[in-house]
């Protein structure tokens, strides 16, 4: 599979990879390493949760932080302002850009 993205993110180069989950339509998406480590699941899936077709959620805390800005730096993704309560912290809902996705 080839990466959608590549950037840094806190001086490492990471490459963003998208699927869907297993469960639902929504679209996942992965950062890994350039040496194809696993570097973070950057969105959740909340099942019932209503979602447009160009939307998906993202998780922006604890170790995915150092990421959101270069995510919204890629041109792929823009913060629509919608917050979505996961458990104790709040998934953030972006919309995908015209871009080479999936």
């Given amino acids: 599979m080839n990466p959608i993205a ?3 993110v806190n001086g490492r180069d990471v490459n963003l990879f998208g699927c869907r989950y297993s469960v ?3 679209r996942k998406f992965v950062l890994a390493t350039d040496e194809g480590e696993p570097f973070g699941t950057v969105t ?3 099942p019932g949760y209503p979602l447009a077709d160009d939307e ?3 998780k922006t805390w604890e170790e995915n932080a150092p990421a959101r800005q ?3 730096n890629s041109g ?3 913060d629509t302002g919608k917050r979505v309560l996961c458990g ?3 998934a953030e809902v972006w ?3 015209p871009t080479k996705l999936m």
């Fill in 88 to 90: 104790y912290a709040e």
């Fill in 44 to 46: 959740v899936n909340v």
């Fill in 95 to 97: 919309k995908l850009l």
């Fill in 56 to 58: 998906v959620l993202v």
């Fill in 70 to 72: 270069p995510l919204l």
């Fill in 76 to 78: 792929i993704f823009s």
């Fill in 6 to 8: 590549s950037f840094k």
């Fill in 24 to 26: 639902g339509p929504a």
